[in-house]
């Protein structure tokens, strides 16, 4: 069982600034990738962005390019996501999610899900 924890989200006015870190309680080898998620009212959950834990390959929706960045540290077994120039349409809450088998990181078949976190974006 991977337990991912969430932390970082808050209320930001349009053009400012929030970091997202997830971290999980397996170690870094044990994962393959992780990704960020959101979820606004009464609207699918989309994808965000998506890292490889070893090779470090990053994927984005075309929404968040030259926006966002992920990242992550492998000694502490946690990603990040940078959010810059944020929108009112960003406010959504924010999953991180964690696949120990090869997937395709940018569709929804994670294993592990965290418990998510509110972005509020004020216009």
Excluded: H
């Excluded at 932390?7 to 397996?26: I, T």
Aim: proline share 2%.
């Amino acid at each position: 069982q991977v337990q991912l924890v969430e932390s970082g989200g808050g209320l930001v006015q349009a053009g400012g600034s929030l970091r997202l870190s997830c971290a999980a309680s397996e170690r870094t080898f044990s994962n393959l990738g992780m990704g960020w998620f959101r979820q606004a009212p009464g609207k699918d959950r989309e994808f965000v962005a998506a890292i490889s834990w070893i090779g470090g390959s990053k994927y984005y929706a075309d929404s968040v390019k030259g926006r966002f960045t992920i990242s992550r540290d492998n000694a502490k077994n946690t990603v990040y996501l940078q959010m810059d120039s944020l929108k009112p349409e960003d406010t959504a809450v924010y999953y991180c999610a964690a696949s120990r088998v090869m997937i395709n990181l940018r569709s929804q078949k994670y294993e592990y899900w965290g418990q998510g976190t509110q972005v509020t974006v004020s216009s």
